[in-house]
């Protein structure tokens, strides 16, 4: 027994090493490819979503859509090179990036402080912020309106349950664990709202009769951009003046108009999409 | 419930999308076993070694393997090897990797059980015959241990093509990432997708992991 327990410490210890000499940062040297070599080797590989339907998706014959993959299309035009798409999951988008086994990631993602310390982000694409929908009958408009008793319905471990115990405790929350279960008990009526992703809220209004996005716009307003390794200069200044030209030719507004209009609708169009790289107001914010 | 949603199966090649994806991960644990059986034989005899340090240093590779989830270990394969060593391997080669360390350890825990049930007696009798030590292992110690190892083997496999369904988080995508991408694919036409096409996922994993686990179950009644 207690050769076994010692066995058991010794695997544990070394199972520890090994995880933090993995940890530390990368001994190799520069992980990534340059514009240049991406060019001369005549492929690009793009992480991007396969089941973050519409953003990124396969389709019935097994080929790439989505408004991630539109830009990402076009910038494989742009480049002149064949595009080797991988399916990415949330978790492992940075992790591809620091080993150098994508180029870029066009999966839906969020540009916040904690990443931008691990990967470079080019210029932003797309806004996100927190939404709250409720039944027309009775509109929350601000969060005022959400009365002493009453109930807003939130999915555990979004951003949007965080902002919300966060900037507003006494709002009363009620939490369910998958958005299958949280639609059920918005519709049953359980809660006076929904807070989520406006995408999400929005999706939802359009989808389902009777409902109201009281407020679009919740919260502080994240971008979704292109992320690239760190330190890939050369690739993160194509990929920001080509962000830039193609919002010259209101290209992510078609982008929007061929990916994104049959879900959210004409009217949040100017609320989703970044032209340019230039959010709405803050200008220098894209910097 | 209008729908179970098995007609999305029908779309495009979305039916031939999920057999490739199948393939994928069978063979992903079809070459890992093979593998996995020829070197766990190998570890199944060094932990039945003489030597204590021999022993221990088995004993922790096994341990390692039961206490890293095998997501933590192809990460570090996947990853790992390319941030480290600036080694780039193909995501299915990684994936082998980490099957077969993981199934050489179960293999060689498997041999070394079925080694020390084999009766001293079979030695003895093996060395009155005359056999030097590795003619009893070759033709008197082996051909009985394989036979008991064989059925609790296949249960390995079975357990292996099951847990290829990880190895989405290195961007191969197999059978239940097809289905994932079918069911968002077809959101909003078929909200009952779900349900239909993880159904036939569930039909593809008994169709192959059943006949296996019978041959397994008829193989120990005929050779226990």
């Given at each position: 027994m207690k050769k076994i327990r010692k066995n058991t410490i010794i695997a544990a210890l070394t199972a520890l090493g090994l995880g933090a000499a993995l940890a530390s940062?990368?001994?190799?040297?520069?992980?990534?490819?340059?514009?240049?070599e991406i060019k001369e080797s005549g492929t690009i590989n793009i992480g991007v979503f396969s089941d973050k339907s519409p953003f990124g998706y396969v389709g019935e014959n097994g080929d790439y859509q989505g408004y991630d993959v539109y830009l990402a299309e076009h910038l494989g035009e742009d480049l002149g090179v064949e595009i080797n798409y991988v399916s990415t999951e949330a978790a492992n988008r940075i992790e591809y990036l620091q080993t150098g086994k994508v180029d870029i990631i066009l999966a839906n993602f969020t540009v916040t402080p904690e990443r931008a310390e691990e990967v470079d982000f080019a210029l932003p694409y797309m806004n996100v912020a927190l939404g709250v929908v409720s039944p027309e009958d009775a509109v929350i408009e601000s969060l005022d309106d959400i009365g002493e008793d009453d109930q807003v319905i939130v999915i555990s471990g979004t951003t949007a349950e965080t902002y919300l115990v966060k900037n507003n405790p006494e709002i009363k929350l009620q939490k369910y664990d998958a958005y299958a279960e949280a639609k059920t008990a918005f519709?049953?009526?359980?809660?006076?709202?929904?807070?989520?992703?406006?995408?999400?809220?929005?999706?939802?209004?359009i989808e389902n009769e009777g409902y109201v996005v009281g407020i679009p716009s919740l919260g502080s307003a994240d971008t979704i951009a292109p992320a690239v390794t760190k330190g890939n200069e050369t690739l993160l200044n194509w990929l920001n003046e080509e962000i830039v030209a193609l919002g010259e030719e209101n290209f992510f507004h078609a982008d929007y108009e061929a990916t994104l209009l049959d879900t959210y609708g004409a009217d949040y169009e100017d609320t989703l999409v970044i032209e340019g790289g230039a959010v709405a107001g803050s200008e220098t914010e894209a910097e | 419930m209008q729908s179970l949603g098995i007609d999305v199966l029908l779309k495009g090649s979305n039916f031939l999308r999920l057999l490739t994806g199948l393939w994928t991960a069978v063979r992903i644990s079809l070459i890992s076993v093979a593998i996995s059986i020829a070197l766990g034989i190998l570890a199944g005899m060094l932990m039945?070694?003489?030597?204590?340090?021999?022993?221990?240093?088995?004993?922790?590779?096994l341990e390692i393997v039961r206490i890293m989830p095998q997501m933590v270990l192809l990460f570090i394969v996947y990853f790992g090897t390319t941030r480290v060593f600036g080694l780039n391997l193909e995501a299915e080669t990684a994936a082998i990797i980490v099957f077969t360390f993981w199934g050489t350890a179960e293999m060689g825990d498997l041999v070394r059980g079925a080694l020390i049930s084999i009766p001293r007696i079979q030695y003895e009798s093996a060395a009155a015959l005359g056999m030097s030590e590795t003619a009893a292992?070759?033709?008197?110690?082996?051909?009985?241990?394989?036979?008991?190892?064989?059925?609790?083997?296949?249960?390995?496999?079975?357990?292996?093509?099951?847990?290829?369904?990880?190895?989405?988080?290195?961007?191969?995508?197999?059978?239940?990432?097809?289905?994932q991408q079918i069911i968002e694919a077809n959101r909003k036409t078929s909200p009952n997708a779900a349900f239909g096409v993880f159904a036939v996922v569930f039909l593809m994993y008994f169709l192959i992991c059943w006949p296996v686990s019978r041959l397994a179950a008829r193989l120990e009644k005929r050779w226990a």
């Open positions: 940062p990368a001994l190799a040297d520069e992980s990534f490819r340059t514009l240049d519709e049953n009526g359980n809660g006076v709202a929904w807070a989520n992703d406006n995408t999400e809220v929005i999706a939802f209004s | 039945t070694s003489k030597s204590t340090l021999v022993k221990v240093l088995m004993r922790v590779y292992f070759r033709y008197v110690i082996l051909p009985q241990t394989v036979r008991r190892l064989i059925p609790l083997s296949i249960n390995l496999i079975t357990r292996m093509i099951k847990t290829t369904s990880l190895v989405m988080m290195i961007g191969i995508v197999e059978v239940l990432k097809v289905g």
